[in-house]
């Protein structure tokens, strides 16, 4: 049985741990509990091992060092996993491939511990790739906040500023037309999420995992709200050399649409 394992940052730790998965699934708690025990141990060290590296807690030198019990206390400490399942047996899978460990540490493997380190497996499995996802996007995040140009960057710094305690304010200042617009760019991208709200007004969320690095990048202080209510009766029109009337919605559908 092949497993995607697509999501792990090095390719060569990708192959092997397909590999020892595929070989995992032929084996029977019951008649191979050691076999089982010892291949679900390495291939959980093998996701957390990929995943401490790629979130700089180690090199992949550093990481070569470690054993399995040290990796999954860092790894709940930088919220890559938050469960921690595996029995003392697979904690110490290292010891099982040499019978004079084996011996002197008194491990005794059985079928309940060896079932519990396959489920254990998939455990892992499904907490680090939901990781690792999130940590992709947010590098994807980091190297487009990049590359903002003014409009962008003006808008996003919204988020610095109080919500208006007064329900009958706007929740933003005047805006540009132009400052408007370019949160349809920073929606493609990821970043924010629209939604209309009613005849004039719009709902403009971040996206949660873009709130850190915008901080860390583009405001420079804590995000303050993570939405923003806009009405486009505070917003330049198209054409209107910054009036205030309501932007030309046949002029902002051609924007759209040529994104």
């Known amino acids: 049985m092949s497993f995607d394992f697509s999501f792990v940052f090095d390719k060569r730790i990708m192959e092997i741990l397909e590999r020892d998965y595929a070989e995992l699934q032929q084996l029977d708690p019951q008649t191979s509990p050691k076999s089982v025990i010892v291949i679900s141990g390495g291939i959980i060290e093998g996701l957390l091992f990929d995943a401490l590296v790629a979130s700089g807690k180690w090199t992949f030198e550093e990481a070569c060092n470690n ?85 962008q960057i003006e808008f996003l710094q919204l988020f610095s500023i109080d919500k208006p305690t007064d329900s009958n304010q706007y929740e933003h200042p005047f805006l540009k037309y132009s400052v408007y617009i370019s949160i349809w760019s920073l929606a493609a991208n990821g970043i924010l999420t629209v939604e209309k709200d009613g005849k004039h007004k719009e709902i403009v969320r971040l996206n949660p995992e873009a709130v850190e690095p915008i901080e860390e990048s583009v405001i420079k202080q804590r995000v303050k709200r993570n939405s923003i209510v806009l009405d486009d009766r505070n917003i330049a029109g198209s054409g209107a050399s910054g009036s205030g009337a309501p932007p030309n919605q046949r002029f902002l559908r051609k924007i759209v649409e040529g994104m």
């Open 67 to 151: 054993v399995l019990g040290y990796m999954i206390g860092q790894a709940k400490n930088k919220r890559i996993i938050t469960e921690d399942r595996l029995t003392d047996a697979t904690r110490k899978y290292r010891n099982l491939i040499h019978p004079g460990r084996e011996i002197k540490d008194n491990v005794v493997f059985e079928e309940t511990d060896a079932a519990l380190a396959k489920l254990a497996v998939d455990v892992v499995i499904r907490e680090v790739r939901n990781w690792a996802i999130s940590e992709q996007n947010q590098r994807n995040i980091r190297r487009l906040l990049t590359q903002l140009y003014q409009d």
